[in-house]
């Protein structure tokens, strides 16, 4: 995609703004932002006219919330209605390099991603391995030209195979790697198995790692163990919105990204909560790509207004609290009950099923629980192939399963069940 102006610069000085001076400069943006999406995006003026709010209207922060807030379902039914982006994308279709695709199916158009703030000694002259999946998802392609923006060189691991990863980080000499806290930890497991002294035998350096609640223990033992420094700590960005907040080197809650308005909101009514309400997290994105104007993501946090000990004066959001939604975030994946209804469907030996999700150490655990009208034939084969199948279409892997008597999954139970407690 060409360079171009950006209609939305980034504004680091926003960071450092008292709260009335950066609410009315990001009121001036966010009246510029609406008139734009309801002139170049269909879907928006159709949700806008729909509710006979006008674009005037939106003066001020707090106006926000005149409009309704754009949930992952909505977006699945326009996409259906008006292919492939429900009226939202503002840009010709030619100026977008990729398309992604997330869970519901929903198709997510490739935006730009803002470089972060790391230490001058990191970046070029060195190489990074980027755990991430570059397939059908976005994270990968975009923490890849985050990388090579700070100078790295990046060898594109992906996910999975493990000894692979080991073997790579070793012979090239990786000094940095971005990934889950969980996958790093199972790599290092791996190397020390095959006879590995990290201190030694690596040249790690230091680890980007997020995507997963509950990483805050394995950052504090790869530094403390392994002389791996922690950069950036928790992160938190979706693949419809890109980055949302991240984490300062005070490590006291991810600071928002002066690049989006971030709301709580009360998941039934969508009106705004004050400073400390847990609520759902809804996003307006600055982005002229993909203006996605209040969007409900279906996590749970709250807004913590107090300015940081590092300086930063923007409002943070303390960690993810869970879910308000059906869907559930699984080793960085999100799994929607959509999802697994659409492989259960696929076996007609299955007469019910539930998934528990628990972390009983350091790394989320599925356990598949199903009940048979029909014993299969060739149970061996039959669970592989409901293996990959799962994995295939909801993007991560089931650990265990467990066959139960008839009538012990209550037919009208919630298909998916977060056990995990932080």
Known sequence: MAEKADLFPHDSSLELLPSPERDKKVSVKLQRLISYAYGKAPG???RMDGTGVKPGDIKSLADLQKIPVLRKDDLIRLQKEMPPFGGYLAVPLSEIDH???????????QRRMKQGTLPPDIGRGQIAINTWSYHVTPAGMLIDRMLKAMGFTVFPAGTGNTDLQVQVM??????????TPSFLAAIIKRAEEMGYDIKKDFSLKYAQVFGEMGGDPLRKMFTEKYGITCVGGDNYLTADI??????????????VNTDVIVEIVDPLTGQALPAGGVGEVVVTPFDEVYPLIRFGTGDLSMLVTEPCACGRTTSRLPKIMGRSGDAVRVRAMFVHPRQTDEVMARYREIAGYQISVTRPADRDEMLLQVEFSDEPPDRVAWEEALKKDFQDTCKVRFDLLEVLPGGSIPPDGKRIIDRRIY
């Open 99 to 109: 398309i992604y695709q997330s869970p519901g199916p929903i198709y997510d158009p």
């Open 44 to 46: 928006f003026k159709q």
């Open 170 to 179: 070793r012979e090239l000499k990786v000094s940095y790697f971005v990934g």
């Open 242 to 255: 890109g980055p949302i907040a991240g984490s300062c080197e005070k490590n006291a809650g991810m600071h």
